[in-house]
């Protein structure tokens, strides 16, 4: 896919990076890398601008890195797309690395850095960890982990079935999953599911490598478990393992009853005896399923009639996305799954990936990656790369609060009965958020504290967290399917460890649209303030600024669960 290098919207000026300069040339890299190294720095300000120098280089390469990470899922035959991704994770990535670490160590020598003012905090404090963890040998290791994930991202962008002669992706599937007809919905799923199977000892030996390999760069790093290295890894100074097991049983005990209501009243309302999972999307109604769109224009401009009503500056950047062809919003076959967002900081613009198929539930999904697009947007004149991405703790408040937000005031955009009934189910998704993060999180905790496991042992676990976090689905003769049911989930594969952070985000948002719901105003402008903060503060500081507190634990959610099911029920009733 091209992607363009020429915005309409404008682009900083380059101080240090002449026009032209290739990120994907080592030798290029070399040589302003050395310019850092070499260059005197006698006062403050040298070292600010070399700083800032330096952020002009990384964003650089983290823009040749997204180019080639986006064209390689926008369409996973691309062969030649796939070994652009893969060589430049092999070839430049690793040497980058080193030599990322060098000017990171330059950085920390400087006496006066600490005279960079309270602005550069967070800053000093993440190449110090940085510093701390990096280690040569596992820059290799880190290639090879992309590989593989890369090799997933291919297998799964290749499932596809036939069904009453017409070939759909697995998400084209899914949506006959809201179709009031029970018997296709599980003629259906049952298809997908089989085909899913034909994959699983192929992604068993992917994921078998990655935790072999994400061991080795723990323990090369002085690290027991690759748990407690990726915790220092992603800069997680505001809790730890404990506070997430904590979490785990807090959703256990607060969130799994609902849960359980809303299972017993799916099954009375629709009339069944038991549960099975080709019966959890269909609507409690009855209805018709949803098809609010039918292709990208109109999913362009449904959704941006929803960010309009929140606050007309969203439906304005959101324009800039549309007319810069950087949407790539519709399912197709070869396209790999998922949704994300990735900016493409050379020209500091955000593209969004998503696999639509017309279902209100993909406004839910556009209306998250805008919020992440928007966050970008907010803090797209800071000048240091890094700051331009919060800690993803709270870039996810980003997307939930849209999510909440958008949800909100669909009654002005869609059918009202429509909107009402969606926004219930989104609330009960929500809160299931909560039990799907807490299964995942607590399977990882387990996978790396145990990395000598085999695949009979995994296959337990993932069964025994499963039950403990969401016994209200019938799997029975279904074994096989939810044996494997966590090979779904990307972030596995792709982000390890990168879970959790949905629920603490969820947490935010819920506090961001309770204050929204009493003074919508003051709410918004604490969430664009909060947005424009990029990653220039800590966590606590930036859910403040938002409007809410920074909190996992028992408290909070029996704070919070309340009034979103008294929100469902005012919307169900």
């Known amino acids: ?13 380059r101080r240090f990076l002449e026009e032209g300069f290739d990120p994907t040339s080592l030798e290029a890299l070399e040589t302003k890398v050395q310019e850092l190294l070499t260059r ?19 964003a650089q390469v983290g ?16 062969e030649k797309a796939r070994e652009a991704y ?4 092999k070839n430049v990535i690793p040497r980058f690395s080193v030599l990322s670490d060098q000017l990171n160590q330059r950085f920390l020598k400087f006496p006066f850095k600490n005279e960079l003012g309270k602005r550069y905090e967070v800053y000093i404090k993440g190449a110090e960890k940085d510093a701390e963890l990096f280690r040569e040998e596992n820059t290799k290791l880190e290639a090879e982990d992309a590989a593989l994930g890369a090799a997933y991202s291919q297998i799964q962008g290749k499932v596809t079935i036939q069904l009453d002669g017409k070939t759909l992706t697995a998400q084209q599937a899914g949506a006959l999953l809201e179709e009031t007809d029970r018997n296709l919905r599980e003629k259906a799923w049952r298809k997908v599911a089989e085909r899913r199977l034909e994959d699983v000892e192929k992604i068993e030996d992917i994921f078998d490598k990655m935790v072999n390999i994400r061991t080795k760069i723990a323990k090369n790093a002085g690290f027991e478990n690759y748990r407690d290295y990726a915790f220092e890894k992603k800069h997680r100074f505001d809790y730890g393992p404990s506070d997430c097991e904590a979490f785990h049983q807090a959703v256990e005990k607060v969130v799994v009853p609902v849960l359980e209501d809303f299972a017993q009243e799916r099954k009375q309302k629709l ?10 999307s269909v609507k409690l109604s009855g209805g018709e399923p949803s098809r609010p769109f039918e292709d990208q224009d109109g999913y362009v401009s449904l959704t941006k009639k929803i960010f309009d009503e929140v606050d007309p500056c969203f439906a304005e950047e959101f324009n800039k996305l549309v007319r810069n062809n950087m949407l790539d919003l519709m399912s197709r076959e070869g396209k790999a799954p998922g949704g994300y967002q990735y900016v493409l900081e050379d020209i500091r613009l955000p593209f969004i990936f998503i696999n639509a198929v017309g279902s209100q539930r993909d406004l839910r999904v556009l209306l998250h990656e805008g919020g992440h697009a928007f966050h970008s947007l907010l803090c797209r004149d800071e000048p240091l790369v890094s700051y331009r991405h919060s800690p993803m703790e709270f870039a996810e408040v980003a997307s939930m609060s849209m999510e909440l937000l958008g949800f909100e005031r669909m009654d002005r955009v869609i059918d009202k009965e429509e909107a009402r009934e969606g926004f219930a189910s989104f609330l009960k998704d929500a809160l299931a958020t909560f039990s799907w993060v807490a299964t995942i999180d607590a399977f990882q905790h387990w996978v790396y504290t145990h990395p000598e496991h085999n695949r009979e042992e995994r296959k337990a676990k993932w069964n025994e967290v499963r039950q403990r976090f969401g016994p209200h689905v019938d799997y029975s003769g279904l074994e096989p399917f939810q044996d494997h049911l966590w090979q779904r989930q990307s972030h596995l594969f792709s982000a390890p460890f990168y879970y959790i952070e949905y629920a603490i985000a969820q947490i935010g948002a819920f506090q961001v649209w309770i204050n929204e719901r009493k003074d919508h105003d003051k709410a918004v402008q604490a969430y664009k303030d909060a947005l424009s903060l990029g990653g220039s503060r800590p966590l606590p500081d930036l859910f403040k600024t938002a409007g809410g507190r920074f909190a996992m634990d028992e408290s909070m959610l029996r704070e919070l669960v309340p009034q979103v099911t008294q929100k469902i029920a005012e919307l169900q009733a």
């Open 63 to 78: 823009a040749a890195r997204a180019r080639r990470y986006i064209s390689m899922t926008c369409d996973t035959q691309d």
């Open 271 to 280: 009339g069944l005896g038991t549960l099975r999972p080709w019966d959890t």
């Open 40 to 58: 005197e720095v006698p006062t403050v300000q040298d070292l600010e601008q070399w700083t800032l120098d330096l952020s002009e280089l990384f």
């Open 86 to 89: 893969l060589s430049f994770q």
């Open 1 to 13: 896919m091209q992607l363009t290098t020429k915005p309409d919207i404008g682009l900083p000026p």
